[in-house]
T-cell receptor, first 114, second 113 residues
């Protein structure tokens, strides 16, 4: 089934450790995104990429980095995890970065930082 | 500040009943608005999109409305089913050269048998 694949589905991590969340899409979408979802808050954009080779900062980028070496993959890295980064992380994609608005989401990665 | 507020935060109804979820926004300039359904433990999935010129749009038992003058949207669910239990998220898309989305925090709907 075509779509977004995220890994791992869940992870418990000690503070200070480095962690990479993986995201792969097979829809050949140009744009990809990373969001975090916290209880009582709307999804917040961490980083985005309008096309392979380019990335940009979202609303809450501090402590996170991304890369977009090719169309399909968009990993999110936490260089030194802190407890405030405990959250559910969603990767998403869209056909383009224009104002069509439809995002296709992965199933999420639940991260707990102790 | 661009904001999207949804009400109620949570709602419990009996199977077969109807319900209406509300979304108020202060986003400007406005491009369009989407409703997403998010099942527990899953990613959000788009239900419908409302553009500036549309007032009503249906997708099966889901009917979305938009009043661009008052900056309000609603999602009406008819003859609810147990599978409708989910979080419903309103997302407003800003127009302009930089595409931006503002997400509401969602309404958690529980349908009981």
């Amino acid at each position: 089934i075509a779509g977004i694949t995220q890994a791992p589905t869940s992870q418990i991590l000690a503070a200070g450790r480095r962690m990479t969340l993986r995201c792969t899409q097979d829809m050949r979408h140009n744009a990809m995104y990373w969001y975090r979802q916290d209880l009582g808050l709307g999804l917040r954009l961490i980083h985005y990429s309008n096309t392979a080779g380019t990335t940009g900062k979202g609303e809450v980028p501090d402590g996170y980095s991304v890369s977009r070496a090719n169309t399909d993959d968009f990993p999110l890295t936490l260089a030194s995890a802190v407890p405030s980064q405990t959250s559910v992380y969603f990767c998403a994609s869209s056909e383009d970065s224009l104002n069509t608005g439809e995002l296709f989401f992965g199933e999420g990665s639940r991260l707990t930082v102790l | 500040k661009n904001q999207v507020e949804q009400s109620p935060q949570s709602l419990i109804i009996l199977e077969g009943k109807n319900c209406t979820l509300q979304c108020n926004y202060t986003v400007s300039p406005f491009s369009n608005l989407r409703w997403y359904k998010q099942d527990t433990g899953r990613g959000p999935v788009s239900l419908t999109i409302m553009t500036f010129s549309e007032n009503t749009k249906s997708n099966g038992r889901y009917t979305a409305t938009l009043d661009a003058d008052t900056k309000q949207s609603s999602l009406h669910i008819t003859a609810s089913q147990l599978s409708d239990s989910a979080s419903y998220i309103c997302v407003v898309i800003h127009s302009g050269s930089a595409r931006q989305l503002t997400f509401g925090s969602g309404t958690q709907l529980t349908v009981l048998p």
